[in-house]
């Protein structure tokens, strides 16, 4: 149980078109999703966190108007990279977490999503 | 804001040995997680404690909280166990729920034949 999915896992694009990236959580209903970004040989970022039917909340120098997060379902949430650009080339994985608002949750983590920008 | 130390950042051994990974984080949290990258990017999460110690097949995995450190060792080490290996503790540890993680740089394991 609690398997996350992401689609899709590769995308090229050309600078200044949309993309959007689908986090879903296949057996389980996540309160919470959380998207993350890992450029080459970096850590993983915490981008946004995004609880169902609420608006995300955005890390320090994370753009809101450039990734666009959408949280409608409880088993669904997704990043879209609107006006990509070559520095937007990155890994984005996303992780689900079932919210059980009383302790610290256990997060499970899609495969990823590579992005390449030309 | 959490800030993660992990050591070392690269350990290459021979299959069989003892492996021991280390953690160490600012701030006081809740849990910690350890998780498990392969080369293809895709994350596992192999613990997430908060006191203590835990047990799974090979791996196991300590805290100590007072000293804000953890340690992941993996006994009879093998081939299969080569990946990154990456400690994880919340990014604003709000006590309750799920929260945002700030990660470890991350310990590139190899374990030779």
């Known amino acids: 149980g609690a398997v996350v999915s992401q689609h899709p896992s590769w995308v090229i694009c050309k600078s200044g078109t949309s993309v959007k990236i689908e986090c879903r959580s296949l057996d389980f209903q996540a309160t919470t999703m959380f998207w993350y970004r890992q450029f080459p040989k970096q850590s993983l970022m915490l981008m946004a966190t995004s609880n169902e039917g609420s608006k995300a909340t955005y890390e320090q120098g994370v753009e809101k108007d450039k990734f666009l997060i959408n949280h409608a379902s409880l088993t669904l949430s997704t990043l879209t990279v609107t006006s990509a650009h070559p520095e937007d080339s990155s890994f984005y994985i996303c992780s689900a977490s079932r919210g059980s608002g009383t302790r610290q949750e256990t997060q499970y983590f899609g495969p990823g999503t590579r992005l390449l920008v030309l | ?113």
């Open chain 2, 1 to 113: 804001k959490n800030e993660v130390e992990q050591s070392p950042q690269n350990l290459t051994a021979q299959e069989g040995e003892f492996i021991t990974i280390n953690c160490s984080y600012s701030v006081g949290i809740s849990a910690l997680h350890w998780l498990q990258q392969h080369p293809g990017g895709g994350i596992v999460s192999l613990f997430m404690l908060s006191s203590g110690k835990k047990k799974h097949g090979r791996l196991i995995a300590t805290i100590n909280i007072q000293e804000k450190h953890s340690s992941l060792h993996i006994t009879a080490s093998h081939p299969r166990d080569s990946a990154v290996y990456i400690c994880a503790v919340p990014l604003l540890d709000s006590g309750g729920g799920a929260d945002g993680l700030t990660f470890g740089k991350g310990t590139h394991l190899i374990i030779q034949p």
